[in-house]
C-alpha cells in the first residue's frame, strides 16, 4: 500500500501536464485562487450520500470548466489526495515566484 505523501506525488505528476499548461500561461486562470479552490473544492466533505449534493453546492466555486471536476464521491481518500496534489502545485508555484524574486 502507498503511503498518503506517494499517493499525493502520483496525483502530482498526473495533474503536470494541465497544470504545466496553466503555469506556461497557455491557459489564462488566476493560478494562486484556482489552485486553492480546486483543492479546497475537493477537501470539502460530503454530507450527504447524494451524488447531486457535491455538483449543486462545489461545482459553483470549482475555478475551471466543469468536465474537468471530476468528483469520486465514493471514495474520501481519492477526493483528499486531489486535494493535497493541488495545495502541492499552489506552494510549487509560489517557490518559483520566490525563487524568480531572489534573482531579481
Same mark, same amino acid.
Given at each position: ?18 497544470? &504545466? ?8 486562470? !488566476?493560478?494562486?485562487?484556482? #489552485?486553492?479552490? +480546486?483543492? $479546497? ?23 475551471? &470548466? ?8 465514493? !471514495?474520501?481518500?481519492?477526493? #483528499?489526495?486531489? +486535494?493535497? $496534489? ?19
Amino acid at each position: 500500500m502507498k503511503t498518503a505523501i506517494e499517493l499525493i506525488q502520483d496525483e502530482r505528476s498526473r495533474l503536470g501536464e494541465f497544470l &504545466d499548461k496553466i503555469h506556461n500561461g497557455d491557459l489564462v486562470y !488566476d493560478v494562486g485562487t484556482d #489552485l486553492s479552490v +480546486a483543492a $479546497a473544492c475537493y477537501a470539502a466533505p460530503e454530507y450527504t450520500d447524494s451524488f447531486d449534493w457535491p455538483r449543486s453546492r462545489i461545482l459553483p466555486l470549482w475555478p475551471w &470548466d466543469g468536465s474537468a471536476w471530476e468528483p469520486t464521491p465514493n !471514495d474520501r481518500q481519492r477526493e #483528499l489526495v486531489k +486535494a493535497g $496534489a493541488l495545495i502541492v502545485a499552489e506552494i510549487e508555484r509560489l517557490q518559483r515566484i520566490e525563487k524568480r524574486e531572489k534573482k531579481q
